[in-house]
């Protein structure tokens, strides 16, 4: 028969055992919980299928704060996901950056006004044609700016990219048919006539707006110490892969405000499909006119 210490003993050790037990069991309860009030989609959002979102705001069900909150829904919190790929140029992927609706949006808009593109003459800072680059593209105006749906775009390049919504350009929409590309070239301008208004372009936001694309990458030759693939071919440097939605932020100046040399890139072949983008400049100070 157990002496009386040893019964002492035996009993606090099933008094803390079971303790721990109750504690798992309510800690348990307490995620789950936690998993029904902000949603399970939310927290595996990497496996979230197209027919979880809502079919017109596109936000995830299962997070009722999010419903009515325009600040979210504008800047796709929880869907975009940054991915930083190169610090010297800087060059951040944004993922998901744009709904398939935003998408859908600018090409329709930009389709019936579509012309040859043009690059910048140093001397006269105007555009021309040239077989630099070969692609066919349209300015959004002043007025297609105000558009709801242009403005939450604005808006989230601007958050992104923290660069105020009135020193970028307008939207530029560009479209690459098969054999089409641009060659390596600076965002920033070595000219003095298009510093007038705004100064020096400081970032570009590059929105990929179509899918099922072959090439089409765009390329940045003096970022990373590795090889990648351009239109097909293997070069040196780093090319980031069309999708659709997609974004690809990249600053023309460096953290000590001088354009930065490194930033040069260019749009490889298309190889098959149709590539659609939108690029959005910004600039050093507001480009309203004064």
């Known amino acids: ?23 798992a069991l309510l ?12 949603g399970t989609e939310f927290l595996s959002a990497g496996r979230l299928h197209k027919t979880q ?17 325009k600040e979210a829904e504008i800047l796709r919190l929880g869907f975009v996901k940054p991915e930083v790929v190169s610090w010297s140029p800087r060059i951040i992927v944004l993922h998901n950056f ?8 600018l090409k329709a ?5 579509l012309e040859i593109s043009t690059v910048v003459d140093t001397k006269t800072g105007k555009g021309v044609k040239s077989d630099f680059r070969t692609s066919s593209g349209m ?7 105000n ?44 000219d003095t006539f298009n510093l007038k208004r705004g100064g020096q372009r400081i970032a570009t ?8 694309i072959e090439g089409g990458e765009t390329y940045f030759p003096k970022a990373g110490s590795g090889e990648c693939s351009c239109g097909g071919k293997t070069v040196p440097g780093l090319s980031v892969k069309p999708a659709k939605g997609d974004a690809v932020l990249f600053w023309s100046m460096g953290l000590d405000g001088q354009s930065d040399p490194n930033s040069i890139h260019g749009g490889c072949e298309v190889l098959a499909g149709e590539k659609w983008s939108a690029t959005k400049w910004m600039r050093q100070k507001s480009t309203l006119v004064q």
């Open 139 to 145: 300015f959004l105006s002043h007025q297609e700016k």
């Open 98 to 105: 744009l709904s398939t609706e935003e998408c859908d949006y």
């Open 27 to 38: 800690q348990l309860a307490f995620i789950r919980r936690l998993e029904d009030t902000i």
């Open 109 to 113: 808009i930009a389709l019936p006004r």
């Open 53 to 69: 979102y809502d079919s017109q705001r596109q936000l995830p069900r299962g997070l009722p704060n999010w419903i009515n909150d």
């Open 147 to 190: 558009y709801p749906m242009i403005q939450a775009i604005e808006k989230r390049i601007s958050v992104y990219s923290q660069i105020p919504v009135e020193n970028g350009e307008l939207i530029q929409v560009l479209r690459y048919d098969k054999n089409q590309f641009y060659k390596p070239h600076h965002d920033y301008f070595s």
């Open 1 to 23: 028969m157990a002496s009386a210490p040893m019964r002492i003993v035996f009993g606090l050790l099933t008094f803390v055992t079971v303790g721990m037990i109750i504690g």
């Open 205 to 212: 936001m590059l929105m990929y707006l179509s899918e099922n």
